[in-house]
């Protein structure tokens, strides 16, 4: 029998191929399916195909018709399911509310194709089209909805995921090891309590009789949260002090008379783990029943994952809840096996369009103490100042970067991923490494913002940050003879960020001739600490802070950044302006420096 098949199977007929009578777990994403590891649904099928199982995936199935899961029968053991790589309502909704143009993740761009809450559809799809069948929920959304949130877009707070879907248990994070766990216990018809990285509704019996003792911290109520501003705060701080996998303990939410139970997070993979589930043989393409091609795929296709978490924790970012901030990088040996992999690709052409993760220069960076990062409740290892524990060290990099350039058939190495300012310039042999020789003429920073009282609401770099490495970045490509330009990313309307303060911005851009391209104003997502400030208009420490909520009062930072990209005369478009991009702010230098060859 054959269970690493080239594709996972999406209809009868590919599962007779495989002489396959029967599926043990159906898997029902809202991305179109694309065999590569970038994709979550395509990265746990894989995991659980390794594991012995056989696996189907249904990739955006018609929400309206319980049949449009069928097509390969009842599952043995269970449904998985997720919304896909993003929220779905990300997907769907701009920060205006209007309808999004294009769905980078399904075939051809088209909306549609998914729906709002598709956790929630998808569960109560399954439900109804296997009766009796245990679902388990995943993903981006499964993580960022796991307790009680705030919903941007309906601008109300919404329960835990798991009341509305009615779901049999929760996965958070990435899910590679508490996954298996989950299906191993439900095929061999065991409890699914005590699982690291999962969270479960009880039952009103389990909530009556729980034990609760100082291995639980209760969060504020859901009824607390509708009804107190304050509380959504109290939660996300609480949330945050117990999300170290080694110190975290057990969360309690009380919603509609029963109780949400948050197990810790799943510890993160080891190096070989991570090497393990990165090799496994993906087909690293769309499935062959799509005929047009799939956007986020192209942004991809060329790219190699080299580093999992990240050790930011920027408030405005849902990375840290899902991944974590403890940095895994996957081995020198890996990455060069998954070089060899793209290089035997039809399409590729010499060029690596990204070696990265959540950040570009992140890879190999470690830490000096594992028992002190063992008892940390840190939110972030950056902020307010770098971890003196964290090392930064941006040799183990160069040396890959530099082994992969000397590999045949590699004609370009490029660093896509957005640069670490902080990080940058405690790096300063990699920073020049990375601007000399993997820059594709344009390269991304993310300094946020500029004013030190919003970087710190953020949890961001101290002011100064970009300036100094402008003066690096101008340096290194005057040295080496090369016309590169940077794309700095800023967010506009952050919780307490007034007109006063984005000013500083703007006039900074006016300096220096820059003029964005794509920009997109803040948004709330669920769980983050930004969502929190945004929802209760105080910061963790209880200060009142100004919030610009709708477009009447958003509009002033709007103009700002649309009058600049206009350059200042209100001329015809040169990007997009509607909050309509799926990314952060971009930006380029409107008449920048050429550096003479030498």
């Known amino acids: ?161 798991l009341v509305e879907s009615k779901a049999d248990i929760l996965v958070y994070g990435m899910g590679e090891r508490s996954t298996p766990e989950i299906f191993h216990r439900l095929e061999r018809g065991e409890d699914l309590s005590g699982i690291p990285g999962t969270a ?106 080299a580093v999992r978490g990240c050790p930011g924790g920027c408030a405005f970012c849902g990375l840290v809840a899902h991944q974590g901030r403890h940095v895994v990088s996957r081995s020198e040996e890996s990455i060069m096996r998954s070089l060899a992999r793209l290089k035997n690709q039809k399409f590729f052409r010499g060029t690596v369009s990204d070696v990265g993760g959540a950040a570009g220069n992140i890879y190999g960076n470690s830490v000096k103490d594992r028992s002190i990062c063992a008892k940390c409740r840190r939110s972030s290892c950056m902020f307010p100042n770098p971890c003196p524990n964290y090392q930064a060290d941006g040799r183990a990099l160069i040396h890959l970067l530099r082994r992969m350039r000397k590999e045949p058939g590699v004609k370009h190495i490029f660093i896509n991923s957005g640069i670490r300012l902080d990080l940058a310039l405690m790096q300063p042999d990699l920073t020049e490494e990375i601007i000399r020789h993997h820059v594709s003429g344009h390269m991304k920073v993310a300094p946020e913002h500029l004013h030190p009282r919003v970087l710190a609401l953020m949890r ?85 802070i100004e919030v610009n909520r709708g477009l009447k009062e958003r509009r002033t930072q709007l103009t700002m950044l649309k009058h600049r990209r206009d350059g200042g005369k209100g001329g015809p478009d040169r990007g997009r302006f509607d909050g309509s991009g799926h990314g952060k702010p971009h930006f380029h230098q409107k008449s920048g420096k050429k550096f003479p060859k030498r």
């Open 1 to 161: 029998m054959n269970l690493k098949p080239q594709f996972i199977p999406m209809s009868r007929a590919e599962m007779d191929q495989l002489g396959w009578q029967e599926l043990d777990i159906l898997l029902v994403t809202g991305d179109a399916y694309v065999d590569h590891p970038a994709f979550g649904m395509a990265l746990i099928g894989r995991l659980l195909l390794d594991h012995g199982w056989r696996v189907g995936i249904i990739a955006q199935p018609d929400w309206k018709n319980p049949d449009s899961v069928k097509v390969m029968g009842r599952p043995r053991i269970a449904c998985g399911i997720t919304a896909g790589n993003m929220d779905s309502m990300v997907c769907i909704y701009t920060v205006g509310r209007r309808l999004r143009s294009d769905d980078m993740y399904s075939p051809g761009g088209k909306t549609g194709l998914k729906p709002p809450m598709a956790s929630v559809v998808y569960t109560q799809l399954c439900k109804g089209a296997f009766p009796g069948i245990p679902t388990v929920l995943g993903g981006m959304e499964a993580s960022m909805r796991r307790v009680a949130h705030y919903d941007y877009w309906q601008d109300k707070m919404r329960p835990s995921l």
């Open 460 to 544: 961001k770099g101290k002011s100064g940050e970009l300036e100094e490495f402008m003066k690096i970045f101008e340096r290194v490509s005057r040295e080496c003879g090369k016309e590169q330009y940077l794309i700095p990313l800023f967010i506009s309307n952050f919780p307490g960020c007034t007109a006063q303060e984005m000013k500083v911005v703007d006039d900074f851009l006016a300096s220096h001739h820059w003029s964005p391209q794509q920009a997109q104003d803040y948004i709330p997502l669920p769980l983050t600490m930004g969502a929190a400030m945004y929802y209760s208009g105080k910061t963790a420490s209880g200060e009142p």
């Open 200 to 305: 479960r509704y009880l039952g009103g019996k389990a909530s009556a009789e729980l034990k609760i003792d100082d291995s639980f911290v209760m969060l504020p109520s859901f009824e607390e949260i509708k009804n107190d501003k304050d509380a959504i705060m109290r939660e996300t701080v609480a949330i945050e002090h117990e999300m170290n996998p080694w110190c975290g303990r057990r969360l309690l939410q009380e919603t509609n008379g029963r109780y949400v139970l948050v197990e810790p997070p799943q510890k993160p993979l080891t190096t070989e783990e991570l090497d393990h589930v990165s090799e496994l043989p993906y087909a690293w393409l769309p499935h062959p029943s799509y005929k047009e091609p799939i956007p986020a795929y192209m942004t991809v296709r060329d790219s190699i994952q």
